[in-house]
């Protein structure tokens, strides 16, 4: 692909474009692209090859030596240079502009791509309400070691730039599924079941019996995680073989879903590297 280069200094539709899918959920949904800023996510989209269509940025102001590498190795259809006006106007960062902005193209993924093996760790969160938790979540994922995070119901949108930016670019390095409900997860739980007869799911819930730490998380397991408001619902606990809760001791009722989420993940790393250390 030969890349082009465009020079712009008025908001015409190449710029309306980049704008758009700063901020609407439709449009980006409908172009099957989003809007992609800061170096921690840029470099994530790179090491993980995802497909790069534009890069935009100013040249009214040199670039760093990292933007200079990015854009002298890229393989974008096209470069877009901005003034640095325009380029501000895009820019969801409040003291100093970014160097480049991305546009990316979505990826389609299935869930049969999913590898079913015996170490397998699923987190599931159903109709997360913020892309901050969302986002939070990701970097979790990421940092233990979860083979795949599924998303289901009506949720924020994953490819929201403030989801992106709050996963500090783990987005890009964590197979991420987008169901529309239980029903579509369903039988893919079935099948590992078949396929692994150890596998478990486990729901995280503020009224289990069962502490985290009393689980076996040793097992093939999917996590599921409920709604901030709401909890997991029943749909989801009667997929569920064993419910959990993280003890609490101060008046609060609940903890942060992203934190609860963590901490039931990092139980699972500990428990599993545990048994690791017990078998040499």
């Not at 980049?18 to 921690?40: A, D, I, S, T």
């Not at 478990?200 to 019996?209: E, I, L, M």
Request: charged fraction near 25%; hydrophobic fraction near 40%; proline fraction near 4%.
């Amino acid at each position: 692909m030969r890349r082009r280069t465009k020079r712009i200094f008025k908001a015409n539709n190449d710029w309306q474009r980049v704008e758009v899918l700063k901020r609407n959920r439709e449009k980006r949904h409908r172009y099957r692209q989003f809007f992609v800023e800061g170096v921690k996510s840029i470099n994530y989209a790179l090491e993980y090859n995802w497909p790069i269509r534009w890069f935009v940025y100013t040249r009214e102001k040199p670039l760093s030596a990292w933007a200079e590498g990015v854009l002298a190795n890229s393989r974008a259809e096209l470069h877009l240079e901005l003034s640095g006006q325009l380029m501000a106007a895009l820019s969801e960062k409040e003291e100093e502009t970014s160097e480049l902005i991305a546009v990316v193209d979505m990826v389609e993924r299935d869930l049969s791509t999913i590898e079913i093996k015996d170490d397998l760790l699923i987190a599931v969160f159903d109709r997360p309400s913020s892309h901050g938790n969302l986002g939070a979540l990701i970097r979790s994922c990421e940092a233990l070691k979860v083979d795949a995070l599924i998303i289901t119901g009506h949720a924020v949108d994953l490819y929201d730039p403030k989801t992106i930016r709050a996963s500090m670019g783990t987005f890009f390095a964590v197979p991420t599924f987008r169901l529309p409900s239980h029903r579509e997860l369903s039988p893919w739980l079935e099948q590992a079941r078949r396929k692994l007869p150890a596998f478990q799911v486990v729901g995280s819930t503020a009224k289990a019996d069962l502490l985290v730490d009393a689980a076996d998380f040793t097992k093939p397991t999917a996590i599921l995680i409920g709604n901030e408001t709401y909890g997991l619902s029943n749909n989801y606990k009667a997929l569920c073989d064993t419910l959990v809760r993280i003890p609490m001791y101060g008046e609060i009722t609940s903890f942060n879903v992203s934190c609860a989420a963590s901490i039931i993940l990092y139980e699972v790393d500990r428990q599993r590297r545990k048994i690791n250390i017990d078998s040499i």
